[in-house]
DNA sequence: GCATGATCATGC
DNA sequence: GCATGATCATGC
């Protein structure tokens, strides 16, 4: 029988509840014996389902898969951790043509003309199956509810920005919230791509969903919220005008984890022409100059200085959250620093990040190491300042992400650091004098705390650092 | 005075 | 038990 009798092409909800026929199976189990050799192997998971289960020739046009319904059908793996099934990687979209993206606005844009309603399939990724072997575990629709859509609009327009400054080629994954635009091809230097507004070449980039905002989807799918953001008036009338408040309450979708609380509730929340990095940083201004026990007294906050979630309950205190989470922080993957200048405006402290797992980085690619990965995401920066007392004080608050002329400098720092774990170096690493950007440094509980090395040898804990010197250039920049 | 090494306190 | 954020101690 031909496929398409199988399901309405033309509705959403039939090609919803055809898909849901793949759960708890595989497309061995369901096409076995139709499945050539040549189709065996990696990576093309997504082809197969459309060819074997909806019985359609892939595109890799601009319009959506699924035309007259209007739906784009999208294939992605999860991965079991100790939280249960995550997401194992971003989602990735259309790939952005720089010639032609900024012509439009985000309504008429690719990507929303493409991906407005997607059919997602999520699959658990296992690490020795074949691809046909993957169980799907979970089939459904997805539009973004609006609070989301308003961030995601921010941030497509965030990247077309960039086009329009003839910019593209420092374009980052970190520059955005949720939509992010992360390179695609084999290597950077094949896939480099003309731009409009200037001669230099700029890496090949498609539209993606960050890892963590998937969770979030895949949460309240395993939850059994399956209920489809209605395209409602409120919502056409978004798409349609920039930027402008709106009075009816969104529908939302609510918190996803119980422990998890978004900052904005309501699009209405937004004045004109703001984007929610605007908001955020118009809460902090409000506290500039108080002291952290100013903060605590007027947050009445029952912890003491010396707390190590200290600076995050204050954080979350100015956003007005009271659960454990940030949704909007924790979608877009932000990640939050606190930095201490010292009274005369000087930074003492470098800012460390994780220990360098020696036997993990030696099998790290650049673009899936962690230094890559934490480097390209956006920071959330607060910065206090000493005063004449002694009493730090908020000085301000920032988003920033590391610029890209900085970011080769970070990959040359990592090659140095995993060429030298390689050979069994571990003492000629970067360090903070040779070089301005990052430097390898012990962080242990003491010179006792040894790490199992790629030679099984034991060596000393020590850990990625931002220099202080360049840190503070960061914050004197903004 | 500053770069580097070292370690503490907390919380998961 | 240990990673992490934070900060101290030393020695050039």
Known sequence: ??????????????????????????LRDLYGKDLKNEYSGKGKLGQLVESLHFGYKPNSNSEPDFLEAGVELKTTP?????????????????????????????????????NSLLLLLF????????????????????????????????????????????????????DTLYLGACTKGSTALKSNRNQPFSTQKAPQRAFSLKSKYLNFIISKSLKGDFNLTKLD??????LKVDNNPLKEP?????????????????????KKGQTFEDVILEKFSKYYDYS???????????????????????????????????????????????????????????????????KEIVNEDWEDSYWYNKLTKRFFLVIFQKDKENIARLKKAMFWTMPTQDLKVAYKFWTQTKTNIKNGDYENFWQLKNHNICHV??????SLDLMETPQNTLEK?????????YILKQIQND
């Open 233 to 238: 008036d409120e919502y056409l009338h978004f």
């Open 461 to 469: 804990k020590k850990s990625y650092w931002l220099n202080s010197e």
């Open 78 to 114: 999860i991965k079991k951790n100790s939280k249960g099934l995550v997401s194992k990687e971003r989602l990735v979209f259309n790939i952005i043509d720089f010639e032609e993206e900024y012509k439009f606005s985000f309504n008429e844009s690719s990507f929303w003309k493409k």
């Open 250 to 270: 969104s529908s939302g979708y609510g918190n996803l984890f119980d422990n998890t609380e978004p900052i904005i509730k309501n699009i209405s929340e937004y």
């Open 123 to 174: 699959y658990l990724y296992e690490n020795d199956k074949c691809d046909i072997d993957y169980i799907f575990k979970i089939a459904r629709l997805w539009r973004f509810p609006l609070t989301d859509l308003k961030i995601i609009k921010d941030d497509w327009n965030t990247i077309v920005g960039k086009i329009k400054s003839g910019n593209a080629h420092e374009i980052s994954e970190g």
């Open 1 to 26: 029988m031909h496929k398409d009798l199988l399901y309405d092409k033309k509705d959403p909800f039939s090609l919803e509840n055809y898909a849901q026929g793949l759960l708890n199976k595989s």
């Open 292 to 358: 952290e026990q100013e903060l605590i007294t007027e947050f009445n906050l029952n912890i003491n200085l010396k707390a190590k979630n200290k600076n995050f309950v204050i954080v979350k205190s100015i956003l007005g959250i009271s659960k454990e989470k940030i949704e909007e922080f924790e979608k877009a993957e932000i990640e939050i620093k606190t930095i201490k200048l010292e009274a005369t405006g000087t930074l003492k402290e470098s800012m460390s990040f994780a220990q360098i797992k020696y």
């Open 441 to 446: 440094r012990p962080k242990a509980t003491n």
